[in-house]
Nanobody, 118 residues
Framework: QRQLVESGGGLAQPGGSLRLSCAAS????????MGWYRQAPGKQRELVAE?????RTNLADSVKGRFIITRDKNTVYLQMNGLLPEDTAVYYC?????WGRGPGFGFWGQGTQDTVSS
C-alpha cells in the first residue's frame, strides 16, 4: 500500500530553520508530484510547495525566498529558513500522479507539527 512517511520538523525560534523529509513507500512507480501543504489552527489547508519528478516547482508567495523544495526520486525535502511565527502549522506531505490537481486528489502523510516560537 502506498504511503508517505514524514520526518523532521519540530520547534524553532523566529529566524531559525527546520528541515522536513517525506518518503513514499509501497510503490515502485515514481510519484510525479510531491510536496507539502500546511494547516494552521482555524485556517484552511494551503499549498506550501510542490515539485515534479522533472523538478518543476511551485511555491506559495509567502514562502518564496525562504523555503526550498528538493527531491531525490520518491523522497521530497523542504528546507525552511527564516522562519516566522505564522509558519506555525501542521505540515502534510502530499503526493499525486498529475500536476496541478490540488488537495482534493492524491494521497497524504500523517502530518507533522512545526512550531515557530521564542
Amino acid at each position: 500500500q502506498r504511503q508517505l512517511v514524514e520526518s523532521g520538523g519540530g520547534l524553532a525560534q523566529p529566524g531559525g530553520s527546520l528541515r522536513l523529509s517525506c518518503a513514499a513507500s509501497g510503490t515502485t512507480q515514481i510519484v510525479y508530484v510531491m510536496g507539502w501543504y500546511r494547516q494552521a489552527p482555524g485556517k484552511q489547508r494551503e499549498l506550501v510547495a510542490e515539485i515534479s519528478s522533472g523538478y518543476r516547482t511551485n511555491l506559495a508567495d509567502s514562502v518564496k525566498g525562504r523555503f526550498i523544495i528538493t527531491r531525490d526520486k520518491n523522497t521530497v525535502y523542504l528546507q525552511m529558513n527564516g522562519l516566522l511565527p505564522e509558519d506555525t502549522a501542521v505540515y502534510y506531505c502530499h503526493g499525486d500522479l498529475e500536476w496541478g490537481r490540488g488537495p482534493g486528489f492524491g494521497f497524504w502523510g500523517q502530518g507533522t507539527q512545526d512550531t515557530v516560537s521564542s
